[in-house]
């Protein structure tokens, strides 16, 4: 019997490997794929609105599953990809798990976003300008797991995760054992500040497949968002899971049994959920 597949997609400045527990949890249901790293093939570029990003998933879809619908599952910039790609082909999408890409309600919070992208407010107030200062150079891989174990925003990470993310998330320079970010900084920039201005609206007219979405309780993206155009779009299949926005990296497991439950959802089964 053959299994559904799964293609996955990162978030922002994180490469496919570091959500290996997550993705490790559900191989044994899903035949799971992922692009790597999003937006580093030069023939899909960084652009406004993520059109080649999206294309690259697409193409993707095309190329590698030759027309067959599969479930796409997406966390932060990896669920507004899926969704992207949704709309645009969804012949080759069964449905889309959302995992904390909140989709921005049109209205006073879409206008402030546009008015800070404009003024660099945005850059200031997002991770954008946090990426611009990152170091992203250490001498050694126990140098660079310090670094990141040392810092409030990894304390809450599942360790297995947090050493996924320097054996896939840093990669060797070639001089010695030093290492290197492995999603390029000015890239992950880029991203930040190219979000595609009309995917709230398009997708509030209708999405052609079932969404679900899996929302952090303490998720600070999801309230500046806003979360009525999202209950919009997903209806009823919403669920809320301990954690911040990176409840992927800190509840891994637990993340794998909600993505479970929520394919099941959309396929109209029901089973006993095993998220918290």
């Given at each position: ?34 692009i790597d790293r999003i937006g580093h093939d030069p023939h ?223 396929r109209g089964e029901r089973r006993r959920s095993l998220a918290?």
């Open positions: 019997m053959t299994r559904d597949i799964l293609h996955f997609s990162h978030g922002n400045g994180f490469p496919a490997g570091v959500y290996r527990k997550l993705l490790g949890a559900l191989a044994d249901e899903y035949d799971v794929r992922a899909y570029p960084v652009t406004p609105g993520w059109r080649y990003l999206r294309d690259e998933l697409v193409d993707t879809l095309t190329r590698q599953y030759r027309g067959e619908p599969v479930w796409l599952v997406g966390h932060s910039l990896g669920g507004f990809l899926s969704l992207m790609a949704a709309l645009k082909a969804p012949q080759s999408v069964r449905g889309v798990v959302l995992i904390d890409s909140p989709i921005v309600t049109p209205g006073w919070r879409t206008q402030m976003l546009r008015l800070g992208l404009l003024t660099g407010l945005y850059e200031r107030m997002s991770p954008a300008g946090v990426t611009k200062r990152r170091r992203d150079h250490w001498p050694d891989w126990e140098t660079a797991w310090q670094h990141f174990a040392g810092k409030p925003a990894f304390a809450g990470w599942d360790p297995d995760v947090l050493r996924d993310y320097i054996d896939c998330g840093t990669m060797p320079t070639g001089e010695g054992e030093a290492r290197r970010l492995a999603f390029a900084r000015d890239i992950e920039y880029r991203i930040y500040l190219t979000l595609p201005p009309r995917l709230a609206v398009r997708a509030m007219r209708g999405v052609p497949v079932p969404v679900g979405f899996l929302a952090g309780t303490e998720s600070r993206e999801l309230r500046q968002a806003g979360i009525g155009a999202t209950r919009r779009i997903v209806g009823t299949h919403l669920r809320y899971l301990r954690g911040t926005h990176l409840f992927p990296m800190e509840r891994p497991l637990e993340t794998a049994n909600a993505v479970r439950d929520m394919l099941a959802e959309l918290a």
